[in-house]
């Protein structure tokens, strides 16, 4: 019964180091997505999985950012050579279904410090 | 292109006094709309949320919300705020413009703090 995990919780990385953060969903729910939300401002889409397809990577800001989802369960967003501007929160979020009125769960989000 | 505003970033209100939060939205279609709150170190939770029917739409920890699809608004209240309401508050819109599932586009948040 427990919700959407995320480790870490926090994470520092020297720019340049590359970072994995790990979602775990609520089991049996189908859709997935990652938002990551900077200082003071409100969590933005980065991808969306439907089981183990991702249908919609629109808001991955650079090819530096990869999200996978091989078995439709765990996701890893990874972000490699990280730079400055990665810094923030990345939030994970499932939802049962895929319906676009579902309730999305959001995990607490994994705290990214780059240095 | 979709957008949500929260025109205020910082609130501030007495215990026991009412509370509205505004949030505006541009949508192309049929929006559905929704309120997270976000304590410190936690997660996002849904307060509520509105698709269809009653523009009034009631959620948890007594707050309710209003659609008004002439003003694009669904702003967020609470009759008596209570200490534990000091969160940030985001409104969201989603919908058929998502490509069939909730893509949620927020706001910026409103932050409430709550005076003795």
């Known amino acids: 019964g427990a919700g959407v995990s995320q480790s870490p919780r926090y994470k520092v990385a020297k720019r340049g180091q590359d970072v994995a953060l790990r979602c775990d969903p609520i089991?049996?729910?189908?859709?997935l997505f990652w938002y990551q939300q900077a200082l003071g401002q409100g969590p933005e889409f980065l991808t969306y999985f439907q089981n183990e397809a991702q249908l919609d990577k629109s808001g991955l800001p650079s090819d530096r950012f990869f999200a996978e989802r091989p078995e439709g369960s765990v996701s890893t967003l990874k972000i490699q050579r990280t730079q400055q501007e990665d810094s923030a929160v990345y939030l994970c979020?499932?939802?049962?279904?895929?319906?676009?009125?579902?309730?999305?769960?959001f995990g607490p989000g994994t705290r990214l410090t780059v240095l | 292109a979709q957008s949500v505003t929260q025109p205020d970033i910082h609130i501030t209100v007495s215990e026991g006094a009412s509370l509205e939060l505004r949030c505006n939205y541009s949508y192309g279609a049929t929006p559905y709309l929704f309120w997270y709150v976000q304590s410190p170190g936690q997660g996002l939770q849904l307060l509520l949320k509105y698709f269809s029917g009653d523009t009034l739409v009631q959620g948890i920890k007594g707050f309710e919300a209003e659609f008004k699809r002439s003003q694009s608004s669904f702003n967020l209240r609470k009759p008596s705020v209570h200490w534990s309401d000091a969160a940030e508050y985001f409104c969201?819109?989603?919908?058929?413009?998502?490509?069939?599932?909730?893509?949620?586009?927020f706001g910026a948040g409103t932050r409430l703090a709550v005076h003795p």
């Open positions: 979020a499932s939802s049962l279904e895929v319906r676009t009125y579902n309730e999305q769960f």
């Open positions: 089991s049996g729910h189908v859709s």
């Open positions: 969201a819109v989603g919908g058929l413009l998502s490509g069939g599932y909730n893509k949620l586009i």
